[in-house]
T-cell receptor, first 113, second 115 residues
Framework: EAQVTQNPRYLITVTGKKLTVTCSQN?????MSWYRQDPGLGLRQIYY???????DKGDVPEGYKVSRKEKRNFPLILESPSPNQTSLYFC????????????FGDGTRLSIL | AQKITQTQPGMFVQEKEAVTLDCTYD???????LFWYKQPSSGEMIFLIY??????QNATEGRYSLNFQKARKSANLVISASQLGDSAMYFC????????????FGAGTRLAVHP
């Protein structure tokens, strides 16, 4: 089954404790992205990647890191999480092309205390 | 700057009736794409429909259609014959001028379908 898999689905942690949210897709898509969803703001792009070793900042990159060492994986790293990073996070992938919809994972709900 | 505006935070509709969810956008790009996604209470994002800026016909996918008015920069989603399962959050999004895999989302509209 074609899918984007995120882990964990839920995480409660404390300020400053490094964490990684994994994302893996099995559709051989070139493009991958991370978004955060906050009430009243919709989804905002954090980082995106156009292929292996090619990443760039989205609209809200501060406090986050990513890497793309393999085509299928695109982990999101919070090196020193803070409470303002409490949010619902989505990973997405798509083939190249303006008309290609992004396929989203099921989301990761992070709470930073 | 590019922007998507969804002016209806919440809507309700009677089952079997049609409903229109509004979306206006702002861009100086000539070539762009517009998407609608559905987010049910379970949280996943489900792609519904796509409209390209150069497409001459309005997009349709089953009970979903997109009322695309390019001059007015609007891309409203029309759901015909609403079902209880249509109750969800709906997001309008457009491709970012920085790259087709970058999407800009609106704040969303929560639709409630009443029996």
């Amino acid at each position: 089954e074609a899918q984007v898999t995120q882990n964990p689905r839920y995480l409660i942690t404390v300020t400053g404790k490094k964490l990684t949210v994994t994302c893996s897709q099995n559709m051989n898509h070139e493009y991958m992205s991370w978004y955060r969803q906050d009430p009243g703001l919709g989804l905002r792009q954090i980082y995106y990647s156009m292929n292996v070793e090619v990443t760039d900042k989205g609209d809200v990159p501060e406090g986050y890191k990513v890497s793309r060492k393999e085509k299928r994986n695109f982990p999101l790293i919070l090196e020193s999480p803070s409470p303002n990073q409490t949010s619902l996070y989505f990973c997405a992938s798509s083939p190249p092309g303006r008309d290609q919809p992004q396929h989203f994972g099921d989301g990761t709900r992070l709470s930073i205390l | 700057a590019q922007k998507i505006t969804q002016t209806q935070p919440g809507m309700f509709v009677q089952e079997k009736e049609a409903v229109t969810l509004d979306c206006t956008y702002d861009t100086s790009d000539q070539s762009y794409g517009l998407f609608w996604y559905k987010q049910p209470s379970s949280g996943e994002m489900i792609f519904l429909i796509y409209q390209g800026s150069y497409d001459e016909q309005n997009a349709t996918e089953g009970r979903y259609s997109l009322n695309f008015q390019k001059a007015r920069k609007s891309a409203n989603l029309v759901i015909s014959a609403s079902q209880l399962g249509d109750s969800a959050m709906y997001f309008c999004a457009m491709t970012h001028s920085g790259g087709y895999n970058k999407l800009i989302f609106g704040a969303g509209t929560r639709l409630a379908v009443h029996p």
